[in-house]
């Protein structure tokens, strides 16, 4: 079973600030994770994912996340916030289980940027 | 640019009425999800499917709602009869690998007065 934690359901942010969302998961088995990023009245897209491989995994619109097993985080950053990153930000987990396809998805993270 | 599409994107109801909601997945995916979203209870899974075949359906309200694969071009899922607190965004996503990337559709946007 996997269970994902976002830490933090609204952060906000200025224009050309770093942006960091937070994200733990639980898995029993090796994790595949992913963020997804959710703009107004649209449907969730994928932003990045880890699957194996090399744990900085880089994304869409600059963005970037580390999967630290230590401490099984998949924190998303990004160097300087545009205000087009406003939006919400889900995290995911799924795993080649017998649930495999499935993922469990995080509450979100609304990102607001202000000018 | 294959995408997953829904129908219709919109739709206002009157509560005791029959709600048909359709999903066409990306060609070549086995595995569709329906979702419902809100603002109280957020992105919620209401059932999924592999190959058609219905693996997990426990999210949703068995007495009113119902999902189906008639084939693999068309997912549906059913509300009867509708209640005002079926007002959300449901989604449909379709997954092609097993690694779980999933592709959403627009959504539909449901009333139900």
């Known amino acids: 079973a996997q269970s994902v934690t976002q830490l933090g359901s609204h952060v906000s942010v200025s224009e050309g600030a770093l942006v960091l969302l937070r994200c733990n998961y639980s898995s029993s088995v090796p994790p595949y994770l992913f963020w997804y990023v959710q703009y107004p009245n649209q449907g969730l897209q994928l932003l990045l994912k880890?699957?194996?491989?090399?744990?900085l995994v880089k994304g869409i619109n600059g963005f970037e996340a580390e999967f630290k097993k230590s401490e099984t985080s998949f924190h998303l950053t990004k160097p300087s916030a545009h205000m087009s990153d406003a939006a919400e930000y889900f995290c995911?987990?799924?795993?080649?289980?017998?649930?495999?396809?499935?993922?469990?998805f995080g509450d979100g993270t609304t990102l607001t940027v202000k000018p | 640019d294959a995408r997953v599409t829904q129908t219709p994107r919109h739709k206002v109801t009157e509560m005791g009425q029959e709600v048909t909601m359709r999903c066409q997945p990306i060609l070549g995916h086995n595995t569709v999800f329906w979702y419902r979203q809100t603002m109280m209870q957020g992105l919620e899974l209401l059932a999924y499917?592999?190959?058609?075949?219905?693996?997990?359906d426990s999210g949703m309200p068995k007495d009113r709602f119902s999902a189906e694969m008639p084939d693999a071009t068309l997912a549906t899922l059913k509300i009867q009869p509708s209640e005002p607190r079926d007002s959300a965004v449901y989604f449909c996503?379709?997954?092609?690998?097993?690694?779980?990337?999933?592709?959403f559709g627009p959504g539909t946007r449901l009333l139900v007065l």
């Open positions: 996503a379709s997954g092609g690998a097993l690694q779980g990337t999933q592709y």
């Open positions: 880890y699957t194996t491989g090399a744990t």
């Open positions: 995911a987990v799924s795993a080649l289980d017998t649930n495999a396809g499935k993922s469990t």
């Open positions: 499917f592999r190959n058609r075949a219905p693996l997990d």
